[in-house]
């Protein structure tokens, strides 16, 4: 056998101890086939553009340190290379390394139509809770009985928070299934296809790809809206789709009612089926997501570093994930250290900031605060000055100016008041927060009550 493919063998076990999923071994790993060795390079065979840029892409380090592992020398690169299942290996080739031996291949499980799915968004990965269940539910029986139940299925949240993930997870649990293709495409590549296609006069080519699919999966249809002549298309795409049972999956980061840009006709159509909203986790759920993502790493935290990140940052999933690497990068640089919650504070400072900032209105201030305070909304725009109303009013002014991004006219005009009474309030809280260790409770309360970190104002 030849010393080539016994290398690619040995590599190929090495890699299946490392990937610990069957079904990405499977579907990103045995795809591969080996070439040869020429010049320090291996070349390995794949048999489209989408596998040879995703590998590039996420695997190439992973295969090269395999490859190392089985006795390459570290010199050694890997270049992937397009070898349709028709085409031939070139005689060099074939006199470079030996064929296999002939082999019972799998039945094919399924094909991807358009942009491969990323590994990493399967159910198995998706870490629910309350805000996410029953979005996860749905998905789950839309990728159980394909066309069938929940068609099409409309899932929209802000951004970051999973949508993504889940409506990938549903692609590659069906691609399991025999005979089944997926098209997964964002919203935007539709778009510039389409321009495309009218541009060549392919137009006939772009219906066909996205009308055979048994799976449709469109990330941020809303991106469509204002845009008359894709939306004709996709609405009679839709149409197509669905009246072959085939599965129609969307993602949006408004409710299908909201979507004011697109066509009438297009989003009662997107409301045929089920609508789900998945919302911001709770700490419960931040907390769980941190826990699994950390048992994937050989790093080890503290729990009360988790409990920290899980506790500030709340606004999306993925500020979340990227608080944690960021935490992980620096446990695993300074691995002497101890990390204390001070530390992170340094280290996410941005993060942090950015969360104190985010999602936070007025109008969500002034309700915490009356209720704080046992008064009414109307106080809070009252003309009276009594202190047992002025106080309260002032405090409120004083966290909008330190917890949003709203300029003081903006604030004033909040609250009914001036700019001039908005910056007195600020003022008077100010100098009060230094002297009187009550008021100073109150407001970190208040704080804490509005899911920020006091030590942003200095409390």
């Not at 553009?49 to 996420?58: E, R, T, V």
């Not at 006939?204 to 790809?209: A, P, T």
């Not at 149409?239 to 297009?266: C, G, W, Y």
């Not at 503290?302 to 920290?308: A, R």
């Amino acid at each position: 056998m030849n010393n080539d493919l016994v290398l690619w063998q040995q590599a190929i076990e090495h890699l299946k101890s490392v990937i610990k999923s069957k079904d990405l071994f499977e579907r990103w790993i045995e795809i591969i086939k080996p070439i040869a060795i020429r010049e320090n390079c291996f070349y390995l065979s794949v048999e489209n553009d989408f596998y040879q840029d995703w590998l590039d892409k996420n695997y190439k380090s992973l295969i090269l340190t395999a490859l190392q592992a089985s006795g390459a020398p570290m010199e050694l690169k890997i270049k992937f290379e397009v070898v349709r299942p028709c085409d031939s290996v070139s005689s060099m080739d074939q006199r470079t390394i030996e064929p296999e031996p002939p082999q019972k291949r799998p039945r094919q499980k399924s094909t991807i139509l358009a942009s491969p799915l990323n590994p990493i968004f399967t159910f198995e990965n998706f870490v629910t809770g309350p805000a996410n269940n029953f979005a996860h539910a749905a998905a789950l029986g839309a990728s159980q009985a394909p066309g069938r139940a929940y068609n099409p299925l409309f899932i929209h949240g802000q951004t970051g928070i999973g949508k993504t993930h889940l409506m990938q997870a549903v692609g590659h649990s069906i691609l399991k299934k025999p005979g089944m293709s997926v098209c997964y495409v964002s919203s935007e590549t539709l778009l510039n296809e389409y321009i495309d296609a009218l541009q060549k006069r392919t137009i006939v080519d772009y219906r066909n790809r996205y009308r055979r699919a048994d799976v449709l999966l469109v990330d941020d249809i809303q991106f469509l809206g204002g845009k008359d002549s894709i939306q004709e298309e996709f609405f009679h795409t839709f149409n197509a789709l669905f009246d072959s049972h085939k599965q129609i999956i969307m993602t949006s980061d408004v409710a299908p009612q909201k979507l004011k840009s697109l066509e009438p006709r297009l989003v009662s159509r997107f409301e045929w089926g089920m609508v789900t909203e998945i919302e911001c986790p709770d700490f419960e759920t931040r907390l769980a997501i941190l826990r699994y993502k950390l048992s994937l790493t050989h790093v080890k935290l503290p729990g009360d570093v988790l409990t920290f990140i899980a506790d500030n940052i709340k606004s999306n999933v993925r500020s979340l994930e990227g608080a944690l690497k960021r935490t992980i990068a620096f446990a695993d640089l300074n691995s002497t250290l101890i990390l204390t919650t001070d530390m992170l504070r340094t280290l996410l400072k941005d993060q942090l900031s950015n969360e104190r900032q985010k999602d936070i209105t007025p109008d969500e201030i002034q309700r915490i605060v009356v209720d704080y305070f046992d008064l009414r909304m109307a106080d809070m725009s009252s003309k009276k000055r009594t202190r047992m109303l002025a106080a309260p009013r002032q405090i409120a002014m004083f966290l909008c100016r330190k917890l949003t991004m709203l300029s003081l006219p903006e604030i004033a005009q909040s609250f009914g008041k001036t700019h001039a009474t908005v910056v007195h309030a600020c003022k008077t809280i100010q100098d009060r927060l230094q002297i009187e260790s009550e008021l100073r409770n109150s407001v970190k309360h208040l704080v804490h009550l509005l899911g920020r970190d006091s030590s942003f104002i200095n409390l």
